[in-house]
């Protein structure tokens, strides 16, 4: 019996040892995997403070004392309206384009301009000029005839404003109230459209 015995467990032994190595072989592997996930998991975490401390050292940059020589504008804009061609080189709007350009490195008024898409008439020009009167435009210069007419016509409803009519202004028809100045074409132009501006800014107490 005792021998029966010892056979039955010298017999249950290897199918014991073979279970307990699987079962140690299940550990290590699940540790391994836990191992894997961990260092996996690690990475990540370094790779987000790697680039948590790059975004903290640029926003620290960023946050700095303003860099004096980005200019500072003042609340004062003056405007261009121009015929489809823009400010293109050779035009009149382009003279007017370097007054204004002169005029703004002088008094940091902000400048800009839009060019008249479509049919170059009144009635097409008046929704343009209507949109640079919603900017509040201290000065609106008007390059080319419908624009010159637009502009004269909206001069006494915006008394405020300082116009300045280039080409078309003695077909514009009407008197010339006090705040509009008849600009002529040529190499003058751009020292008086700068001119204009000029007089404005002071006079806006800007």
Known sequence: ????????????????????????????AARLSRDRR?????????????VAGVWVHLAGQQDGPPDTR?????????????????????????????????????????????????????ANTRPFLNSLMQRHCGVLIAVGTPQARVARAAAAEHPEVRFVLVDGAS??????AENVTAAE???SLPGTVADAITRAVDASGQ
């Open 70 to 122: 980005a200019r500072q504008y003042k609340e004062f804009d003056a405007c261009l309206l121009t015929g489809d061609k823009g400010i293109a080189e050779g035009t009149d709007a382009a003279s007017a384009w370097q007054g204004m350009q002169r005029a703004s490195l002088e008094t940091r008024a902000r400048i800009n301009y839009v060019p008249v898409t479509g049919a170059q008439s009144v």
């Open 185 to 187: 074409p040529g190499t």
């Open 1 to 28: 019996m005792k021998t029966r015995r010892g056979w039955r467990a010298n017999k249950k032994e290897p199918e014991n040892r073979y279970k307990l190595g699987l079962l140690r072989a299940m550990t290590a």
């Open 38 to 50: 961990a260092w996996i998991a690690a990475g990540a975490v370094l790779l987000v403070a790697v």
């Open 171 to 176: 077909s514009a028809g009407g008197g010339t």
